[in-house]
T-cell receptor, first 111, second 109 residues
């Protein structure tokens, strides 16, 4: 397996624009997680899915953030509208109830 | 609420100088404790899972140990390529891990 795949790797956008981050988990993993990492706050769990169903989105900072998982091999995290404080590295990870496997991350810069 | 505290926040070693990183945790019903390595610009990479007190796991120069309150990541004779941030996470009642803030390790040649 190629591991967890994320795209794009880098995204630079202007405040107010919509941003969509994409993730392909490892085949067979039934859990998918979205994290945000910053120097100030470390690794924060935003939302996680089990068998494509969102289970806990209490980490999503505001209504501007939304996530979907239409099938077992694809998930998106959308920010609309984006703000400069959303600048961070966003990771997707998948697991089979044990250890997590992380993607390479998307570095988002909102100007 | 599950809590994970890692210390020190940062550690500088000379090549060959052995040391240990600490991960203290407060959790009800530990399912597993995980160690990850994160290199700059990359996602965390899984290293070890420990399930019960007394368990040990080894990989090259790294050895992870677990007690009922903490875990140690021992680094023996480190090399510059061991420089990275090491993250600890605990998994309790749910399957959702709680991460510590990490220890940034720099090994000087």
């Amino acid at each position: 397996d190629a591991g967890v795949i994320q795209s794009p790797r880098h995204e630079v956008t202007e405040m107010g624009q919509e941003v969509t981050l994409r993730c392909k988990p490892i085949s067979g993993h039934d859990y998918l997680f979205w994290y945000r990492q910053t120097m100030m706050r470390g690794l924060e769990l935003l939302i996680y899915f089990n068998n494509n169903v969102p289970i806990d989105d209490s980490g999503m900072p505001e209504d501007r953030f939304s996530a979907k998982m239409p099938n077992a091999s694809f998930s998106t995290l959308k920010i609309q509208p984006s703000e400069p404080r959303d600048s961070a590295v966003y990771f997707c990870a998948s697991s089979d109830r044990g250890e997590q496997y992380f993607g390479p991350g998307t570095r988002l810069t909102v100007t | 609420e599950d809590q994970v505290t890692q210390s020190p926040e940062a550690l500088r070693l000379q090549e060959g100088e052995s040391s240990s990183l600490n991960c203290s945790y407060t959790v009800s019903g530990l399912r597993g404790l995980f160690w990850y390595r994160q290199d700059p610009g990359k996602g965390p990479e899984f290293l070890f899972t420990l399930y019960s007190a007394g368990e040990e796991k080894e990989k090259e120069r790294l050895k992870a140990t677990l007690t009922k309150k903490e875990s140690f990541l021992h680094i023996t004779a480190p090399k510059p390529e061991d420089s990275a941030t090491y993250l600890c996470a605990v998994q309790a009642g749910s399957y959702i891990p709680t991460f510590g803030r990490g220890t940034s390790l720099i090994v000087h040649p």
